[in-house]
């Protein structure tokens, strides 16, 4: 499969490619299994399942709280860890979920009830079982689709022009408003939120200050990095601050063979585990969708083609298997537009964006031809994560009821203190410390209210992309906007967004003359 990258390079010759690609293959394989890559593996792969199994930290923290760590790091290494992490938590969020009912991570929160229901009737370790496996072979599923089409969309992007960013960039921000849970209203003004912290810092090409009040700290923008940290961690903090809810009890405290009867499953379930793996990674490329939004609609999607639609919410594993595979496949496809286009498929990859330009990898195109072996090595990481996460994923199932047992009083204030150093350590300076108590405030104000947080996020992260190429384009076309829909891409890409805006509006014409012919 990793012959398919020699695509990316300009070379005629097709031994030339896959000589080229075979040795860039070979320096990927020393990056990886360098004794400190797999080291690094190895504890953030233990970190992720911790952090996934404990209620109320989710993969997206574990990912904001690797950051600090990472910035110590070489660029392999520092990506190998937060790819590591985010895998383990998506699946180790299963376990609170059967045996307490409460999802460890959102994405788990789909198949919550299900899981319970099994617990409750004595099949706890099917549920887990079927959890960790096809959570590992969605995982597979959606980095083979990333390694096969990431180098082809990377040739494509190279043909892109300003015009053609703009129009990708508004399409990412446009899909992350309609997709969610929340109210279009709310997604819309966390968006804008997010737009408006992004124009913090010299404007664009005339470098005059905006909006940064006298405070030199600000000249060049808001640090994504303690933002990141302060939104997804420091809200958190403060939610279980504010928490009165009694500790749960676990359901069971005897877990059996978590394998047992998985190959039969496997066979009796291979349509669902191939839905739900395509669809996870779809949704993934989709910007702003996430784990959560796949899990969800592969579960609807299980119970619609199920030939027992009515065993479900009674303790039923079909819906288990296809949003599992879903959870851990989306995870890959939203790596897709990160790495090729340079925007963000989820808050994951937007915090990995982040850690990609401090390690001077620039995401985009040119990434394959200036960084091919870092490329390499984060395909590898992917794979590597998802085989070793079925025996760390046996052996953290097997000491579940000890970790759920973790005094919370005592973890929290020592999340709070990580989150502290790590900020600081980022430019030795109280900005970052600053940075991260203000926006957990301002993330823990918005939820609590329901607004959701990933549509600020990307408004952050694209906001700068989306001005940079909408003046860059303006001062090539002499300030004729009639050019953003000339070149056949931007003008397909225009189509598309423009579709996305108005969907809500056309669907509620036709549901009101609906109403009135009845």
């Not at 938590?89 to 299900?114: C, H, K, M, Q, V």
């Not at 959870?327 to 937007?350: C, E, K, Q, R, Y």
């Not at 225009?494 to 009101?512: H, K, N």
Request: some cysteine; glycine content about 10%.
């Amino acid at each position: 499969m990793f012959l398919c990258l020699g695509a990316y390079s300009p070379l005629s010759s097709g031994n030339e490619r896959i000589f080229m690609t075979t040795a860039v293959l070979l320096q990927a394989f020393w990056l990886v299994f360098d004794p400190y890559v797999l080291l690094v593996i190895l504890c953030s792969a233990m970190f992720g399942l911790f952090v996934g199994c404990i209620p109320g930290l989710s993969a997206t923290m574990a990912t904001a709280l690797l950051v600090p760590i990472t910035f110590f790091m070489p660029p392999v290494p520092a990506i190998a860890a937060i790819v590591t992490a985010t895998a383990m938590a998506i699946f180790s969020g299963d376990i609170p979920g059967a045996l307490l009912r409460i999802p460890g991570t959102p994405a788990s929160a789909a198949y919550t009830d299900e899981a319970y229901q099994m617990t409750l009737k004595g099949q706890a370790e099917i549920a887990l079982g079927a959890g960790l496996v096809f959570s590992a072979i969605g995982g597979l599923f959606g980095t083979i689709v990333m390694v096969l089409f990431s180098p082809g969309l990377a040739e494509i992007a190279l043909q892109f022009s300003s015009f053609e960013y703009f129009w990708l960039v508004v399409l990412g921000l446009a899909g992350a408003v309609f997709i969610g849970n929340a109210s279009v209203l709310k997604a819309c003004i966390s968006l804008l939120l997010g737009l408006l912290i992004a124009c913090i810092g010299l404007e664009n090409p005339a470098a005059h200050p905006r909006f940064t009040f006298g405070m030199n700290e600000l000249m060049s923008g808001v640090e994504l990095i303690p933002m990141m940290v302060g939104m997804f961690a420091v809200s958190e903090l403060l939610r279980y601050i504010t928490n009165i809810d009694p500790p749960p009890m676990i359901a069971t405290e005897k877990i059996g063979n978590i394998f047992t009867g998985m190959w039969d499953m496997l066979k009796k379930y291979r349509w669902p585990l191939v839905r739900g793996s395509a669809l996870g990674t779809i949704i993934g490329i989709q910007p702003g969708s996430g784990a959560d939004m796949a899990s969800w609609l592969s579960y609807a999607m299980s119970k619609k083609f199920s030939k027992e639609p009515e065993k479900f919410g009674t303790g039923h594993v079909e819906g288990i298997v296809e949003s599992g595979a879903a959870n851990n496949s989306s995870l890959a496809g939203a790596w897709i537009p990160a790495i090729v286009f340079g925007i963000p498929g989820d808050s994951i990859t937007a915090i990995a964006i982040g850690v990609l330009y401090l390690k001077n990898m620039n995401p985009g195109p040119m990434i394959f031809v200036n960084n091919p072996e870092n490329i390499y090595a984060i395909f590898l990481v992917f794979i590597l994560a998802n085989i070793i996460m079925v025996p760390l994923g046996w052996l953290t199932v097997k000491i579940a009821t000890k970790i759920l047992k973790v005094p919370r009083n005592i973890l929290m204030p020592i999340i709070l203190v990580f989150c502290i150093v790590g900020s600081f350590s980022i430019n030795n300076s109280v900005w970052g410390v600053t940075l991260i108590l203000f926006f957990g405030v301002v993330s823990f104000l918005l939820e609590e209210n329901g607004f959701p947080v990933a549509p600020a996020i990307l408004g952050v992260v694209l906001g700068t992309m989306m001005e940079e190429n909408f003046v860059t384009s303006m001062i090539k076309s002499d300030g004729d906007p009639l050019v953003f829909f000339t070149r056949p891409i931007a003008m397909w890409l225009a189509a598309s967004t423009f579709v996305i805006l108005l969907w809500p509006v056309g669907t509620w014409m036709i549901d009101r003359m609906r109403k009135s012919e009845a």
